[in-house]
């Protein structure tokens, strides 16, 4: 018996959840948690967004991305995908040195030594 692929919202519980197998074990977790993230779904409709999404965390329960602070999160991570930086310049540096080393003079480093100058 070949075993199914999870779909979209079993994808979430096991991204965003900590004890995922403790859902599993439980049909009324089950039902919750899938009537959650369909929710999230509705919010954001967007599996790209919730595959590259990034919380540094897991969550007890998906209801937590229902709260204030989880809408901010979302919004917010909607604001990271978007944003498109430019690649960095990448410089070249030579091995050998250009121009001439400068000698400096040492100053005298000791309040005894700058009073000794002074009489």
């Known amino acids: 018996m070949r075993k ?3 779909n979209k919202y079993q994808k979430l519980i096991n991204k965003f959840i900590k ?12 039902k919750r948690e899938m009537a959650l993230g369909k929710k999230l779904y509705a919010l954001v409709d967007s599996e790209k967004f919730w595959q590259e999404s990034f919380l540094p965390y897991k969550v007890n329960s998906l209801a937590h991305f229902l709260t204030q602070d989880g809408i901010d999160w979302v919004n917010a991570e909607a604001l990271r995908i978007k944003l498109k930086l430019p690649k960095p310049v990448v410089y070249s540096l030579e091995e050998d040195k ?14 005894m030594d700058f ?5």
Do not use: M, Y
């Open 4 to 6: 199914r692929k999870p």
């Open 19 to 30: 004890e995922p197998s403790e859902i599993w074990k439980n049909k009324g977790f089950i």
């Open 98 to 111: 250009i121009g001439q080393d400068v000698k400096i003079n040492k100053t005298k480093k000791t309040l």
């Open 115 to 119: 009073l000794k100058d002074a009489s």
